[in-house]
């Protein structure tokens, strides 16, 4: 986390009241710190210093968002000298982060024109604007923590805020903090199985399905109907414009929907795209891969 003036930090106690004990009187201390880092040189080290401290905040810089279009955020975190690491996720003992609505793209220490926000813990106490991905761990303490989250009606701005809540004790490390706009995409929703599609007969036009589950790990299948037999080929691509699978060449098929899954083991955690082509017709949609 190499930060610049982005972030900004809020310090429970006396500290807006210009306590003269300062900064010996700080719950917590919040660092930029060269100790530990995934990436760069740096990350963001929080300390509680005060065993009856209740939260510290360390707020990113807002950026844009549209209401209803999915954010995936993500970070890293690592910590030590935790009491009763067991208990992590445990109740009060928990540490995650606030997602904020704002009516407006301009920041502020003060939260000006905030809309509404969701607390996300590692407990999973998850409210339905938030859907966890599966925690991602690596030998060096790292873990990934990433969710997906739903911008509430008349937001136009984001912000996130790294937090200890109220049980929480010990030293943590934060580090590669992402926001990542999802677009169109459509995370979760409804799955129609064959059954429930006996009453359709035939599809009437080509329609490229989302693929579900979306965001996936490592699997995923991708639908499609044809109204009519037609020579199909439907391949993946990542974000630099690079073919790396390629599911269905020049494949005649029949009349119907037909459905085809991917396995991305291979590959990394990113944005992909799938693409399907026939004689008179291509379309293209987004897929997120989450490790």
């Known amino acids: 986390m190499d930060m610049g003036d982005t972030w900004y930090y809020w310090f429970p106690g006396d500290f ?7 900064p010996a009187s700080l719950q917590f201390m919040m660092t930029r710190t060269g100790e530990q880092s995934r990436s760069g040189n740096y990350s963001l080290r929080i300390e509680q210093l005060d065993p009856n401290a209740s939260e510290a905040v360390a707020i990113s810089e807002r950026v844009p968002v549209t209401p209803g279009e999915p954010v995936l955020v993500s970070y890293w975190l690592k910590y030590e000298d935790v009491p009763d690491p067991e208990t992590i996720g445990t109740g009060e003992n928990n540490i995650g982060m606030t997602a904020l609505w704002y009516s407006s793209l301009e920041s502020g220490a003060a939260g000006y024109n905030e809309i ?3 607390d996300i813990r590692l407990n999973g106490e998850y409210n339905t604007q938030v859907i966890p991905m599966a925690p991602r761990v690596e030998s060096s303490g790292w873990t990934q923590y990433a969710f997906v989250v739903y911008p509430n009606e008349n937001a136009v701005g984001m912000e996130v805020r790294l937090r200890y809540f109220n049980g929480f004790a010990g030293v943590t490390y934060w580090d590669d903090v992402s926001i990542v706009r999802l677009g169109g995409l459509n995370i979760g929703g409804t799955v129609v ?3 429930d599609r006996e009453t359709i007969e035939r599809a009437v036009k080509i329609h490229l399905e989302q693929n579900y589950p979306n965001p996936f790990n490592p699997t995923t299948k991708i ?3 044809l109204p009519n037999a037609d020579v199909v080929t439907l391949e993946v691509y990542n974000m630099l414009g690079q073919k790396v699978a390629e599911l269905l060449k020049n494949t005649m098929m029949g009349s119907g ?3 085809v899954e991917f396995n991305a083991s291979g590959l990394p955690s990113g944005v992909y795209l799938y693409r399907l082509n026939t004689n008179t017709f291509s379309e293209s949609r ?6």
């Open 223 to 225: 639908g499609f109907e």
């Open 16 to 22: 807006s009241m210009g306590n003269p004990d300062w």
């Open 286 to 291: 987004k897929m997120m891969l989450i490790k």
């Open 257 to 259: 929907r037909h459905t």
């Open 193 to 195: 199985s064959i059954d």
């Open 116 to 118: 509404n926000g969701v």
